[in-house]
């Protein structure tokens, strides 16, 4: 059914061509940025190994700029690690629920300006007051083709998924390229539930373009229908958390419920009168090996001298922070 729905919805959303941004410290502006050409200059070694990072920064509570410069803070400190690895890892960021009145603070922030490009510097192409962004490590490794979004036309909430094309190297000589999706599915049971569907559909038809060897897509997917946890199954997406958190042997009932808990990236900070839940994964699909994928932020909040004083969660959401190796065709 679903891998009919993918054909059959794989023409929806308006593509939209995109630039990444770069910080030019000598205007001091956040400029359009392409990168070179592969045959003028090609770059001396492209990536087989990378680190990828999703994270719904929650748009709608008090201290979004606080609780955001927080949240880049922590983003600092994992990537820093994954510098210092014996082979070091770039990383690439997934943001969701951006808003609007916080690209100064994304922007501004010394991590941001001094290591990465972005696929967006302000709101003008945004539908709605919050988006998804993603941030693309600054290396003469990490090389992007391409950056586009599809804009998804069955949605109430505004939703996209925006695309980054990444080189990495294989076994000839030549390029591969990796498609990266970060996307924030329709929220919500009724419409939501027929919306996400498709919407999922959409981004993976993408992701099996004839030129792309392998495909990720991360970020806040709202499973809360009853056929959501079977959909990226049935489109031919690998879930990387199923993957590396299988059960054990005999595993006792004790032992499923925390395993459960575990998987939760939602209903915790605060607690809400919904039941707590994965609302957000990393799929993927092609010649790709996850190695390691786990949760970050937990028990995160804002310094109290940020916030007057008061108990301030840097997000409602859970990161997940995932390590992925490029395997042979």
């Known amino acids: 059914m679903f891998r009919q729905l993918a054909n059959i919805f794989s023409h929806l959303g308006n593509v939209s061509t995109k630039s990444l941004h770069r910080y030019d410290p000598k205007s001091l502006r956040w400029l359009p940025y392409s990168a070179p050409n592969h045959s003028e200059d090609k770059p001396s070694k492209l990536i087989q190994t990378f680190a990828l990072i999703t994270w719904n920064v929650d748009f709608s509570r008090n201290f979004k700029e606080q609780r955001l410069t927080t949240a880049l803070d922590h983003l600092q400190s994992l990537v820093e690690m994954n510098r210092k690895l014996p082979v070091p890892l770039h990383t690439l960021i997934l943001i969701q629920e951006l808003h609007v009145n916080c690209f100064d603070i994304l922007l501004e922030h010394p991590f941001v300006r001094d290591y990465y490009d972005v696929t967006d510097c302000n709101s003008d192409e945004w539908i709605i007051h919050y988006g998804a962004v993603?941030?693309?490590?600054?290396?003469?490794?990490?090389?992007?083709?391409?950056?586009?979004?599809?804009?998804?036309?069955?949605?109430?909430?505004?939703?996209?998924?925006?695309?980054?094309?990444?080189?990495?190297?294989?076994?000839?000589?030549?390029?591969?390229?990796?498609?990266?999706?970060?996307?924030?599915?329709?929220?919500?049971?009724?419409?939501?539930?027929?919306?996400?569907?498709?919407?999922?559909?959409?981004?993976?038809?993408?992701?099996?373009?004839?030129?792309?060897?392998?495909?990720?897509?991360?970020?806040?997917?709202?499973?809360?229908?009853?056929?959501?946890?079977?959909?990226?199954?049935?489109?031919?997406?690998?879930?990387?958390?199923?993957?590396?958190?299988?059960?054990?042997?005999?595993?006792?009932?004790?032992?499923?419920?925390?395993?459960?808990?575990?998987?939760?990236?939602?209903?915790?900070?605060?607690?809400?009168?919904?039941?707590?839940?994965?609302?957000?994964?990393?799929?993927?699909?092609?010649?790709?090996?996850?190695?390691?994928?786990?949760?970050?932020?937990?028990?995160?909040?804002?310094?109290?001298?940020?916030?007057?004083?008061?108990?301030?969660?840097?997000?409602?959401?859970?990161?997940?922070?995932?390590?992925?190796?490029?395997?042979?065709?």
């Not at 929220?187 to 099996?208: C, E, N």
Request: hydrophobic fraction near 35%; aromatic fraction near 8%.
């Open 134 to 329: 993603t941030l693309v490590p600054r290396s003469g490794e990490v090389n992007v083709t391409k950056v586009f979004k599809i804009p998804f036309e069955d949605s109430r909430m505004g939703r996209e998924a925006v695309f980054v094309d990444m080189e990495v190297g294989g076994e000839g000589p030549e390029p591969r390229l990796v498609r990266i999706a970060n996307t924030h599915l329709e929220s919500l049971s009724g419409f939501g539930d027929i919306a996400r569907p498709k919407q999922l559909s959409v981004v993976a038809s993408h992701l099996s373009a004839d030129d792309i060897f392998a495909g990720i897509v991360a970020g806040d997917m709202n499973p809360i229908g009853p056929k959501d946890d079977d959909l990226p199954e049935t489109l031919g997406l690998s879930d990387a958390w199923k993957i590396c958190h299988t059960p054990g042997v005999a595993e006792t009932a004790e032992e499923t419920r925390r395993r459960e808990q575990e998987a939760h990236t939602w209903g915790y900070q605060p607690r809400s009168r919904y039941a707590p839940k994965r609302m957000d994964k990393v799929l993927f699909k092609g010649p790709l090996a996850v190695k390691e994928i786990e949760r970050f932020s937990v028990g995160l909040k804002v310094s109290p001298d940020r916030v007057e004083g008061r108990n301030v969660w840097a997000s409602d959401h859970y990161g997940l922070h995932a390590k992925f190796e490029v395997l042979p065709s």
